[in-house]
């Protein structure tokens, strides 16, 4: 049975539910990656940015005695932002080739088409099952970056304190747990208006002015996601010179996402990447002990970012993709009008 559903009001059994199939999938799919807790799990599911919307509805097994809810097989979400409708879509591996995964994504495509959206847009881990499966829904590649994964039980961390101090006079870096304080706000977000060269996925936009910014790190700490900040001051004119943001989410505490970097265009070529990347580590290695693991998501065409990577030590681990498709046509291809 397939029913829209709240996590806000959903049950605990529900969300337990929901998170042993989604550990499922990983194990299938993504066996390397940490297994997701529930902490957070809710209000991860629940919150999003002041203007968008997350619908969701999710395929339960049929209960087994009276007062068993039945098992979470499936779920389907999507956010609504901008002009594009973001999917995700999960099959438990048991309940996978029968028709489930095609019947949640016609559920959440008929919702976006009726809200007045033009396309869905959907991130596809390279080498999983979701490639042949939204390739057969008539969506289409948009862009492809590279998820690398940095070990920091590997890591030889007096290299690293060299890379963190290896920047050209008149930069300092700071540190900054839970994010910009609020007085750097205006400063950071000139910072990320100026470049977008990002190591970030384009279904999650940045933010690049302060307004927005705030929210986004407000949304960030009610979904369970705690950011930490490195900046490079330039002293002489008090700039933000660049910028590293990691964060560390609850649901999954050892293996934290690199978020964005960047380095203004006046102050590149004083190895303010490397060291502002370098130095964040160095701080994570005391401020989260649980960390093991940082992913990074950079296009295939960022070869300094990519060179810098390498270096810190990150190792290519899988493709990520953005597909995208037409609602009109997708509602049409599932559900011809008869
Ligand atoms: C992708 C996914 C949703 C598909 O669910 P499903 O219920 O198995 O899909 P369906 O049964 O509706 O399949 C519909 C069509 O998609 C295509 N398809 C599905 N799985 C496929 C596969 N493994 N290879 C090739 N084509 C596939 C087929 O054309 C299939 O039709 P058919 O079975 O009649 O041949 C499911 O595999 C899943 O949950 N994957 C994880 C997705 C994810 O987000 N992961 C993130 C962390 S890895």
Not at 22 to 44: F, G, K, T
């Amino acid at each position: 049975m397939v029913r829209e559903w709240d996590p806000r009001t959903a049950s605990s059994a529900e969300i337990a539910s929901l998170l042993a199939t989604l550990n499922a999938v990983l194990a299938a799919d993504l066996p390397q990656d940490p297994p997701w807790r529930e902490a957070s799990l809710r209000e991860y599911l629940a919150e999003v940015m002041p203007g968008e919307r997350r619908i969701s509805w999710i395929a339960q097994a049929e209960p087994t005695d009276p007062g068993d809810p039945g098992a979470v097989l499936g779920q389907v979400h999507v956010l609504l932002l901008g002009d594009i409708g973001v999917l995700e879509v999960l099959v438990h591996p048991s309940a996978r080739r029968t028709g489930l995964g095609r019947d949640l994504v016609l559920r959440a495509a008929r919702r976006v088409y009726q809200e007045g959206f033009r396309s869905i847009g959907v991130e596809v881990v390279g080498d999983t099952p979701a490639v042949g499966f939204y390739e057969s829904l008539g969506f289409t590649r948009e862009y492809v970056e590279t998820r690398s994964v940095l070990d920091l039980t590997a890591v030889d961390w007096a290299e690293l304190a060299e890379m963190a101090t290896g920047i050209g006079a008149g930069y300092q870096l700071e540190f900054f747990p839970g994010g910009p304080p609020d007085d750097l706000i205006e400063a950071y977000a000139r910072a990320k208006a100026e470049v977008r060269d990002v190591d970030d996925g384009e279904l999650r936009p940045s933010s690049y002015d302060p307004e927005r910014l705030r929210d986004s790190l407000d949304t960030l700490h009610r979904r369970g996601m705690k950011p930490y900040i490195v900046l490079a001051r330039h002293e002489q004119s008090g700039e933000v010179a660049g910028l590293t943001e990691v964060v560390v989410p609850a649901q999954h505490p050892t293996r934290a996402d690199q978020y964005d970097t960047i380095v203004a265009q006046d102050h590149r070529g004083y190895g303010i990447d490397r060291a502002i990347k370098a130095r964040m580590l160095l701080e994570l290695r005391s401020a989260e002990p649980e960390l093991i693991e940082v992913q990074t998501w950079n296009a295939q065409a960022n070869e300094a970012m990519l060179k810098v990577n390498a270096e810190l030590g990150y190792r290519p681990d899988r493709d990520w993709c953005e597909y995208s498709v037409d609602v009109a046509e997708l509602v049409h291809r599932l559900d011809p009008p008869r």
